[in-house]
């Protein structure tokens, strides 16, 4: 038997805005279990832009504003941090980079337009359409959403018994607004000109509530194994350069993407876009990983964008069948990504080599920021 559960955040307000923190309190009644991939955070959403005379007016459909794709409305969480029984379990940062390299290893864009787990998150490539609103919630226009949080606990190998999570805690930092939205109108288009230009975006949140399942029974004897995810954030400015990172206790692979330094929070440029690296299946290119300075778990440079697509879905479990970093066109652009699956061991030091030849960007070194996860693994 099954019993459906909601609850509110725990400082009750009017609307929620960029940058706010909002937390949930769950405990939950002596011998029940929450079932894992039940965790919905839902809500309502209202998007405004900037106009270039310094007020906020609704969207139009000539905007072209929208949020990214795979991440859908998960572009307005910045970070997750979920503790049990007061103790931090898990602290996700750029929580909202690692839902759209996450959603890219399991999705293709077909399927996020038409997928009715995705769509209810505002995913896909029409959510311009759907940011427009179907409703009006305080008197402004708004569009309801439902999202699985990619949390620890929603992850979790078995049901979550009362007897070890008693009481759970669940922080959402919300996102601003430039880091969750872009245009993709030209910087040029003739729209830009007229009277309905517009510099920036903000948004509101609206009757947000944290909803779950819960079975009679569990027991508190049975291991849970709840995989979280650490982030460390380097750059890359030169046509060699070394990420290095130490991971945590218990982890089990590596996934980093990229984004060119000058398109990082503006308004024509998605926020969250896995940029790919030019060059590297050039002369000289290459990616190699090293474990501890001299361990690898392959014995060789990858050369080719296949190999290393391949490699990168490995690292986040992706689906073969159904993803869109294999695809050609779209690892090329807006998929891409860096990755390894490996053998389970803790606190090692991880470097990977990168090297591209600098002539597929004529001779002129980009600088891009790389966010690296490793992907840990705890139990209770």
Not at 51 to 67: C, F, Q, W
Not at 156 to 161: D, F, G, I, K, V
Not at 198 to 223: H, P
């Amino acid at each position: 038997m099954s019993a459906y559960n909601a609850t509110t955040p725990t400082s009750l307000k009017r609307e929620y805005l960029p940058n706010d923190i909002v937390d949930f309190s769950i405990q939950m009644k002596p011998g029940r279990s929450m079932v894992p991939g039940s965790l919905r955070l839902s809500g309502s959403l209202n998007t405004q832009v900037l106009t270039v005379a310094g007020t906020y007016r609704d969207l139009k459909i000539t905007d072209h504003v929208h949020m990214d794709p795979f991440a859908g409305v998960h572009s307005l969480i910045r970070s997750v941090n979920t503790s049990v029984n007061s103790a931090t379990v898990e602290n996700t940062n750029l929580y909202n980079r690692y839902v759209a390299m996450n959603r890219q290893a399991n999705y293709d864009l077909a399927t996020l337009n038409s997928s009715s787990l995705v769509i209810p998150e505002l995913c896909g490539t029409t959510n311009n359409i759907m940011l427009m609103g179907n409703d009006v919630v305080d008197g402004q226009k708004t569009i309801a959403f439902s999202c699985l949080l990619m949390n620890c606990l929603n992850q979790a190998s078995t049901a979550l018994p009362q007897s070890k999570f008693g009481n759970i805690q669940i922080s959402l930092t919300l996102a601003d607004a430039i880091e969750a939205f872009y245009s993709d109108l030209a910087l040029a288009s003739k729209v830009l000109d007229a009277s309905g230009a517009f510099s920036g975006f903000r948004y509101k949140l609206f009757d947000l509530q944290l909803n779950w399942t819960e079975l009679i029974g569990g027991s508190a004897s049975q291991e849970v194994i709840m995989p979280v995810k650490n982030v460390y954030q380097q750059s890359v400015q030169n046509e060699t350069s070394y990420l290095n990172v130490t991971a945590p206790a218990m982890y089990n692979s590596l996934s980093m993407s990229f984004i060119e330094q000058s398109k990082v929070n503006t308004v024509f440029n998605n926020n969250l876009l896995c940029e790919a690296i030019k060059g590297i299946d050039l002369n000289g290119g290459g990616v190699e990983i090293l474990i501890n300075g001299s361990e690898t778990p392959i014995p060789y440079e990858l050369k080719t964008y296949q190999e290393l697509a391949q490699n990168y879905l490995l690292s986040l479990n992706g689906n073969p069948g159904k993803n869109s970093i294999m695809n050609a066109v779209l690892y090329g652009e807006n998929t891409f990504g860096i990755g390894f699956q490996l053998l389970t061991s803790s606190y090692d030091r991880l470097a990977v080599q990168l090297k591209f030849n600098a002539e597929a960007y004529g001779n002129v070194i980009r600088p891009y920021d790389c966010f690296i996860y490793t992907n840990s693994f705890i139990s209770l």
